[in-house]
Each structure stands twice: as structure tokens, then as C-alpha cells.
């Protein structure tokens, strides 16, 4: 039995761009309208609809597969750029949210000697 690795790789590559959007849910924040439930089931909906919608385009790239190495390559980055694209959202947010938190507590990373300042490493 031969394993076809361009279907594998388009499955790893997929099944990787779900668990970053479930990771993605917790720093970004999808554009909402409203209050309370009707807030966070709107928020849900539009996760989903995205989470559905990177599915049918990694899927739309696989199903387009004539066979041809290159073609097969050049289908596989642009999967893998789809999802470095998704983590360079995530870190960015993440590293945003990094800073609000320091300027809030007021850290200041590039102090050296005052002992009463909590220091960043």
C-alpha cells in the first residue's frame, strides 16, 4: 500500500491551521455587534464560519492536485504560508497584549538599578 505524503501533508497542514485558529480565539478578537449572549454567540459564529473557511481553502488547494511534483510543492507553500500567517496574528496580538500588561504595571525592561521596580528578564 503506497501512502500519498501530498495528501498526508495537506491533512497535517489543515488539521495545524484549526488548532492554531482554537489558540487564535483566545488573543484575537473578532468584530462584534451587541451585548451579552447575543455578543458571545455572534463571536462564536463568526469563529466558526472562519474555522470552516480556511478548512474549504486548504481543501479547494488539495483538490486542485494534476499530479505534477511542482504543483504539488508550490500547494504545500501556500498552505504553509497560510499558516505562518495565522501565527505572525497570534504572536503579534500576544506580544501587544505583553505590552499593555508591562505599561500597566509599569515594568520597564531597560532598567538595571532602582530595587523598588519589578524587572522584566
Not at 12 to 28: D, G, P, R, T
Not at 97 to 118: C, Q, R, Y
Amino acid at each position: 500500500m503506497m501512502v500519498n505524503m501530498f495528501d498526508s501533508m495537506c491533512n497535517k497542514l489543515s488539521n495545524e491551521m484549526v488548532i492554531l485558529l482554537k489558540h487564535a480565539k483566545k488573543v484575537l478578537f473578532a468584530p462584534t455587534r451587541g451585548h451579552g449572549a447575543a455578543r458571545v454567540t455572534e463571536s462564536a459564529q463568526i469563529w466558526q464560519n472562519l474555522e470552516n473557511e480556511i478548512k474549504g481553502q486548504v481543501r479547494s488547494l488539495a483538490d486542485t492536485d494534476s499530479g505534477d511534483n511542482s504543483d504539488q510543492i508550490f500547494i504545500i507553500g501556500k498552505m504553509m504560508n497560510m499558516k505562518d500567517k495565522l501565527m505572525q496574528q497570534i504572536l503579534a496580538a500576544l506580544l501587544y497584549k505583553k505590552t499593555v500588561i508591562w505599561k500597566d504595571l509599569k515594568i520597564n525592561p531597560g532598567a538595571s538599578h532602582d530595587t523598588n521596580e519589578i524587572y522584566a528578564s
